[in-house]
């Protein structure tokens, strides 16, 4: 996974995303809009730079979500329960 954004940005936009972010607070729908119009840039510049097809990116693109689906996002934690402690059921 690539973690430097600026890698394939042009230099005169070479300012990250969340520095961008922060001069502006942003509501929920333009944070959407914003991540929206991002990763359709990013998936432009990739498909004309390294010739990718339409399968190959969305499945790209099915890979990426499926480790957003399947990743833990709630651990939970046992809760101490002193009353049943001598309970065996």
Request: proline share 6%; charged share 25%; net charge negative.
């Amino acid at each position: 996974m690539l973690r430097d954004y600026n890698y394939f940005q042009p230099k005169e936009t070479c300012q990250p995303l969340n520095l961008r972010l922060q001069l502006n607070y942003m509501n929920i729908n333009e944070q959407t809009d914003a991540f929206l119009f991002e990763m359709q840039a990013v998936v432009s510049k990739f498909k004309q730079e390294f010739d990718l097809n339409h399968a190959t990116i969305i499945g790209c693109m099915e890979m990426v979500k499926i480790d957003y689906l399947t990743e833990p996002t709630i651990e939970f934690q046992p809760e101490d329960d002193e009353e049943n402690d001598t309970d065996p059921f």
